[in-house]
């Protein structure tokens, strides 16, 4: 049963003043539970429970971290219905989502217990000393990756489970030995607090200090700047808007210790479809594109919202059958009546502008917060003196940008913002001839798709959600995967540090049988 109030480590909470409930778009109403905004206070203490957590977590064996997560793991399966019934009275989202995403949390968490089980993640670097090095001895030193304290995370609205509260961020931060404070998104904040529940009964049974986790209410702005002013604070982890993210780091480079923020922002996923696969299979990309473009009415950070064609009678062709297609697609809810007058206002922006076409537009009647899908056409030169058609419209929308030729193709890609994907559609050897795309593209986006749709991110350690700004802030690392611990840590050396003292990772009896580099040989073996 969800209270409306917050966790402050393992307390229930609700000494604010300022309150708010969820929003059921599918009923358009609002749901009955009353949340109350974290105060101040609350707000302090969190971080100073936090602060002296890590203490203690910093230095937990991968082992016990595992027991921790994976019980999280079991504790959101306990929640059984209740937490089902809930994400989709306050997202919108039908029941087969819901179960697919809690699947997906419950599997990142998994495999973050696995990777800090087998414990080789902190890259043990070790250089023995030369005490007979001529003209200068060469001391021992030793290299790890340690974590960077607590951490504040930022639900996102278009994941209530697999990228919010026990989300890829927070089980990143778990695993690398953060405590994590989880600034719970207001659209979703039952779903938040039954799954804070459960990570709150797994820290109890597995013995993590009290302050390992805390979930904060919010319905605006303030909670969240003030965790990210606040000098315990030692990372941010953030998926969402632009606008939100860049007012995130450019707060958190204010301070006067400036502190990372890893955010996953807009993209809007150029996909290249080259001439040869539009001359033999038309109809096939149209169809499994409508089907992309409207995928969760749209509300996917990797929605193909450019489709770059060069001009032809085949992409003429194309144009028609995609807006075939899409207009029989009916449309799904969206998350909340917020995004939706977003998805309108955004749609409208770009349908306004000068020499934009509209091409496809569901006009049958829909209900209160739902979308009318829609495609639009422009030419290459008109995209590229227009920034305002890069804007993401976040839902079931796409255009299509008609080039003159390979070269416009290449120029238009170079041009725009850095982006999560890019896709290629391509039929036989065509691919060869067109390198300067290829390259245009991969200098743009974090991950590069053949013959596929950029919607669907597999959780495995060689995905890259990421990309150059501002897909996302550090284009380094990735979001999705157990390689997304990374954010989390800071490399970390030893000098000439008495052997039992070292971490046992760093130990000469290699005592965690972990892969190591000792004097630039990777292995397993002790050190005599
Ligand atoms: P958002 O507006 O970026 O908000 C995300 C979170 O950040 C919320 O918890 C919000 O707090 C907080 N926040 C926003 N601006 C802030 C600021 N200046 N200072 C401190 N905290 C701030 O995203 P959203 O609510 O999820 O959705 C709004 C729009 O973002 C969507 O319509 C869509 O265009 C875009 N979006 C994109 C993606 C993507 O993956 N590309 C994903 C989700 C959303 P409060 O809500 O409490 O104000």
């Known amino acids: 049963m969800t209270t409306g109030k917050n966790y402050i480590g393992n307390q229930l909470s609700a000494k604010g003043s300022k309150t708010f409930k969820t929003f059921n778009p599918e009923l358009n109403k609002e749901n009955d539970v009353v949340y109350t905004e974290a105060s101040s206070e609350e707000i302090e203490t969190a971080l100073a429970l936090a602060s002296a957590a890590f203490l203690e977590f910093r230095t937990i064996p991968g082992v016990k971290k595992a027991k921790f997560l994976n019980a999280i793991a079991d504790e959101i399966l306990a929640l059984g219905d209740e937490l089902i019934t809930t994400y989709c009275a306050e997202s919108g989202l039908p029941q087969g989502r819901a179960e697919g995403e809690r699947g997906r949390t419950i599997g990142q968490l998994k495999s973050f217990a696995n990777l800090v089980v087998a414990g080789s993640w902190v890259e043990a670097t070790i250089d023995t000393a030369q005490p007979n090095r001529e003209p200068m001895p060469k001391s021992d030193i030793r290299k790890m990756l340690i974590p960077l304290g607590p951490v504040v995370v930022f639900g996102a609205s278009n994941f209530p489970l697999a990228f919010s509260t026990a989300g890829g961020d927070t089980a990143a931060a778990l695993a690398a030995g953060c405590p994590v404070i989880v600034k719970s998104h207001p659209m979703h904040a039952g779903t938040g607090e039954l799954v804070s529940s459960a990570i709150i009964k797994a820290a109890q049974k597995t013995g993590m200090p009290n302050g390992v986790f805390s979930n904060l209410n919010s319905s605006g702005i303030e909670v969240g700047q003030k965790l990210v002013s606040h000098p315990k604070v030692k ?10 993210g860049r007012a995130l780091l450019d707060l958190a480079a204010k301070r006067e210790e400036p502190i990372p923020v890893l955010t996953e922002m807009g993209s809007i996923n150029p996909v290249v479809i080259l001439p040869k696969a539009l001359e033999n299979r038309n109809q096939q990309i149209a169809k499994t594109y409508a089907g992309s473009i409207t995928l ?14 060069i001009e032809s009678r085949e992409l003429n062709l194309f144009i028609d059958s995609l807006a075939q297609e899409i207009i029989q697609i009916k449309p799904s809810c969206m998350l909340h009546p917020n995004i939706n007058k977003g998805y309108h206002k955004n749609k409208k922006t770009i349908i306004s502008q000068d ?10 009647e829909i209900k209160d917060n739902y979308p009318a899908q829609a495609i639009v056409k422009v030419n290459g030169a008109d995209f590229l003196q227009n920034n305002k058609l890069h804007l993401e419209v976040f839902g079931p929308f796409s255009m299509v940008v008609v080039c003159k030729d390979a070269e416009q193709l290449a120029t238009v890609i170079a041009n725009l913002e850095g982006q999560l994907t890019g896709t290629i559609i391509s039929d036989n050897d065509e691919i060869s001839k067109y390198t300067s795309v290829i390259s245009a593209l991969q200098n743009r986006v974090g991950r590069i798709i053949f013959n596929g749709v950029p919607t669907g991110v597999e959780v495995c350690e060689s995905m890259v959600h990421g990309g150059p700004y501002p897909a996302s802030s550090d284009s380094r690392f990735s979001s999705v995967g157990v390689s997304s611990i990374k954010r989390w840590v800071r490399p970390f050396s030893f000098q000439d540090w008495p052997n039992e003292l070292l971490p046992k990772e760093l130990q000469n009896s290699n005592p965690l049988n972990i892969v190591r580099s000792v004097d630039g040989k990777v292995s397993k073996q002790k050190i005599e």
């Not at 969760?296 to 064609?309: D, E, K, R, V, Y």
Request: charged share 5%.
């Open 355 to 364: 020499k934009v076409q509209l091409i496809a537009n569901y006009t049958q």
């Open 235 to 244: 990372a941010v982890g953030f998926t969402g808007s632009i606008k939100g």
């Open 296 to 309: 969760g009415s749209g509300q996917f950070c990797t929605n193909p919202g450019l489709i770059l064609g």
